[in-house]
């Protein structure tokens, strides 16, 4: 199934016909996204697309005083007929036997191997979103080592960084520095970074993540294309081309993406990170 | 109970002090399953050793293992946890929960790292209902946060010194991204501190005389220890796994001055400006409150080009002293000279103050100044001094 994380309204009605379901960013309580619905919008979009898996993110570190907030939300989405609710903070899950939709664990970089999949799986979370930071043998050796479904990027820039500083913002201010935007560009050695200072600060990888060579080999229950940034007109192409896939012409329709930018790579999926430095 | 003072080491000889100095309990990490890779680490017969030192202190140690595992780590978890229970190490300060039914089996007491950003009291209850023990708070708790969650009942640990991450613990692989090093499995790279152009959205640049940075100052809580003690929170915590003897020591002795005289009720004298003073140029760093006080604005940040001088107040080691000749071999770490007004430090005795008056070199000539790192000389000193004692430039 294919996933899109909407960057506009526009890219959730133009490709209706070319994704299975919708991740929903929420006003206040999302993090790594630039565009986030009210809660009667994401009621809106239920409504509207009531043939799509809905999923609702909430995946902000959340802190005491939002407790409430985000109790009456969750049960809120109860009326949505969502399928699920990304969480990152803990406290999310001591809801779960409140909640009628399932509760998908996304804490973005954490999600590394199974045996923690398989301990959230045992308080009712049956969906995992697979950290970026993994090798394609490490999600494979994942997905063989657990019954929980999982989420896994196939397209768009990845998060880095997130701070409740106002890192950007902080900056503006001691600068003096009029500039009311959200969207700024880190640049260091030619290669730019995406970030974002909108409640909290986010920032991106500077290469957009092309997964789409081990469609087949990895084939989790859910692929994530996120449309953070990207042109609508060739999210819509890309998303077609994904439609359009099968195992004869999967690096065809690689090259042909990775054609249509400067900034893409394979992010992790073959390179394992150092954990120990050598001296 | 007694708040617990708990300072970190990277290697056996850097346990010790923190121990001499007056620390409860130290963290060290466990070769692979710790998120410094970068410190040195300990072995299994160190950590042994470890145990035995602190043990017959009466203090305690706490091994780290608070990697983000990946698959091949998790072969190593259940051996490596059953050794660390067999020698008494005291707890485990754990992030991910796959490890908690290790820790149980061998009924080792959890301690759920800062990598877990523990924000909130519902997070803490949930994990309090695991078996967790005490939870180390996410740096980013104001102290309303701090409050609420130590009424779950749950032991509460927090920061008190040292550097601090820019971004939320666990949600930054920066250091992945650009240097390939796995920040969450202990290779981080520090990318915060480094500068950047700042970009509007139409790619203009609108970088100023600094450059931008992430850089977040160092935190401080020395003001606030009474403050914090009132709380109930049961540890204090210096960051800082991979910092010299000498930083320890000065930071261990300073905030056990402190907790001390808040204990007696001496709270009005529990620190000097000259504490204070100590504190800040032994990482030669600004340091505030951070999120303690709610506040989080650009004073909190760090827009110096990155410019960090090496401390210079430390200015060297005692290696032995000869009571016949009342001399002190001292090897050097800073540039000194006849005449510097200096102070030497110890586990052992009260701070001596003393103006250098004849310095020999290691053939018995007099000189006036020490400027070779590592320089091994003799300074005349006619108080008694202890080998490993610390000697530092005296601040007014």
Redesign the interface.
Known sequence: MILIIPDNYNQIIENVNMYDGLILSIDKYSVNVRYQVSLDEIKQICKEFNNKEIFVSINK???????SDIENILMELNKCNIKGVLY????I??YKNKLNYDLVWA????V?????I???NQFGVNYAYISQ??TKD?II??KKNTRVKLFCNLFGYTS?????????K??L???S?D?K?D??????EGK??PIIDKGYTS?F??NIFNGIKEFYNIKPSYYVCNGFLIDNTKFSKILSLIGNINVNNVDKIYNDVNKMFDNIDTG?LY?E?????KK | MRVELLAPAGDLERLKVSIDYGADAVYIGYQ?LSLR??AINFTYDEIKEAVKYAHDRNRKIYVTVN?????KE?SMIDDSIKKLSEIGVDALIIS???I?KYAKKYNMEIHLSTQ????????A???KNQGVKRVVL?R?CKK??IK??ISTGIDVETFIHGAMC???S?????S???T????????CSQICR?D??????D?L??T???P?T?C?KDLSMLEYIDDMIKLGIKSFKIEGRMRSSYYLATIVSIYRKVIDNCLKHNKNKAYTIKDKQILDNCSNRDSIAQ?YNGV???T??Y?NGRVEVSNQDFLGIVLEYDSKNKLATIEQRNYFKKGDIVEIFSSNHDTLEFKIDKIYDEDNNIIEVVRHPKQVVKVYLDKTVSKGDFMRIKRN
């Open positions: 570190n959340i802190e005491n005083d939002e407790l990152s903070d803990v406290s899950v001591t804490q973005e970089h954490l590394t191997n199974y045996e923690t398989n301990y959230w930071d993994i490490e050796d994942i880095m960084f997130v701070s409740k500083r106002h890192i950007v902080n900056y201010n001691k600068f520095i500039n935007n969207l700024f560009y880190l640049k260091k730019i970074y920032a990888s500077n992790f390179n990170t150092i954990s120990k430095v | 692979e890779a970068n990697i983000v595992l990946h698959h998790l991910d929960p796959a908690f877990a950003s523990t924000m909130n009291y519902k997070a209850e949930f994990f996410a980013e309303e946060d609420k969650i820019a971004g939320i666990g949600r930054c692989v920066m992945n991204v650009f390939n090093r796995d920040a969450n499995r202990g290779g480094w950047f152009d700042l970009l509007d959205k790619g640049n609108i100023q005389d600094m931008f992430f977040s999120f989080y604005d650009y909190c940040s827009y």
